[in-house]
């Protein structure tokens, strides 16, 4: 048996804009998503997922069609829910040369799927890693981003950047551009999550931005000014200035919002940490719903965010400092 942990993140800056090339700023939180993993003789492959629960139905599945979980719903949602896993797998058999490896598949998460907080790259992150080790392969950092990489690639259609994986396999505070992808020294930052109980699908949000940039060039442009916001923010965490980082998010949400990513309940935990004080807020991942990340050193805005209808939780998030973590 062997298990690994990843972390989740929150954009400070420039999702979205990333996967068109321009720089993003992720940051790995404490919230972890533990993958165990036992190789199997059968060459069958079982996941076990608890918390995976889409518009209400909870799978646990297997690697065949015939395995797929018995529950009334779409096929195309049960796929949704599983072509991380699936896919982590398929890279898994690929860079061991081991096509026809099976395993045992548990994942446990406090990481809030589909919200912003890069479940998914935790996930992916976490089981490559296991399920290689479990076959005697150890990745280093950069062949397991890039491997995780491929798989958030696939399962959104090509387009997908490295920003998510790539956090969640190094930890810290990185700097994503391209294929260009290393870590930030990035001053303590007082970081506020609120949460609308909701979620959004990366692929369709990211598809809806590529067809806007697509039709309109000041679509294409609003993405270039998110790249001017991140290179601004670069400077700002450089010179640990907060109040002009959150500026820079505020700024960064507007543009977000303009690119139709944005959501009512997302918009209200915004505005409803702007109130409070906090030194900026804005919508973090791909958005539609889930998590917004706001900057306050005081108490002010988790409380506010709290009375807040809509908000279903916050909470404050530290810095995860180590990336993939391998348990045993
Ligand atoms: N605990 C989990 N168990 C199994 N799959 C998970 C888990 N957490 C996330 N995933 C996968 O990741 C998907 C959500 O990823 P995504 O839409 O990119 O949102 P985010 O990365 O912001 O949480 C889920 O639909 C599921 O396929
Ligand atoms: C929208 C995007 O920039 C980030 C998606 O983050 P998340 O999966 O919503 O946590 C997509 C990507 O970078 O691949
Ligand atoms: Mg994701």
């Not at 015939?66 to 949704?80: F, G, N």
């Not at 973090?284 to 889930?290: I, K, M, Q, V």
């Not at 807040?308 to 391998?326: H, M, Q, S």
Request: charged share 25%; aromatic share 4%.
């Amino acid at each position: 048996m062997t298990l690994s942990s990843a972390p989740g993140k929150v954009y400070l800056f420039g999702e979205h804009a990333v996967v068109y090339g321009e720089p993003a700023v992720p940051c790995a939180i404490e919230r972890r998503a533990r993958v165990e993993v036992r190789q199997r003789d059968d060459g069958r492959l079982r996941v076990n997922a608890e918390d995976l629960s889409l518009n209400g139905f909870t799978v646990e599945y297997g690697a065949t069609a015939d395995a797929r979980p018995d529950v009334d719903v779409p096929e195309s949602l049960v796929t949704a829910a599983t072509q991380y896993v699936d896919g982590a797998i398929e890279q898994v058999r690929e860079v061991t040369g081991a096509e026809e490896a099976g395993f045992d598949v548990t994942i446990e998460s406090d990481i809030p799927l589909g919200a912003g907080l890069g479940s998914s790259a935790a996930v992916v992150v976490a089981a490559i890693d296991a399920a290689t080790r479990e076959l005697g392969v150890t990745l280093d950092r950069d062949e397991l981003a890039e491997r995780a990489y491929r798989t958030e690639s696939q399962v959104q259609d090509g387009q997908a950047s490295r920003a998510d994986t790539f956090c969640s396999a190094t930890g810290g505070a990185v700097r994503v551009e391209g294929d260009d992808c290393r870590s930030l020294e990035a001053p303590e930052l007082p970081i506020v999550i609120g949460f609308d109980g909701g979620a959004g699908e990366t692929g369709q949000l990211v598809a809806g931005v590529r067809d806007l940039r697509e039709e309109y060039d000041f679509a294409a442009h609003t993405v270039e000014a998110i790249g001017d916001v991140v290179r601004n923010g670069e400077d700002a965490l450089a010179d640990g200035d907060v109040e002009e980082i959150g500026r820079l998010m505020d700024f960064n949400h507007g543009l977000l919002s303009a690119l139709g990513v944005s959501s009512r309940s997302l918009d209200t935990m915004v505005w409803a940490a702007r109130d409070a004080g906090a030194h900026g807020a804005k919508l973090t991942g791909a958005g539609g719903g889930g998590c917004i990340v706001a900057l306050d050193p005081t108490e002010e805005t988790e409380t506010a965010l709290s009375f807040t209808p809509g908000c279903e939780d916050a909470f404050r998030a530290e810095l995860a400092e180590t990336g993939v973590k391998r348990v045993e």
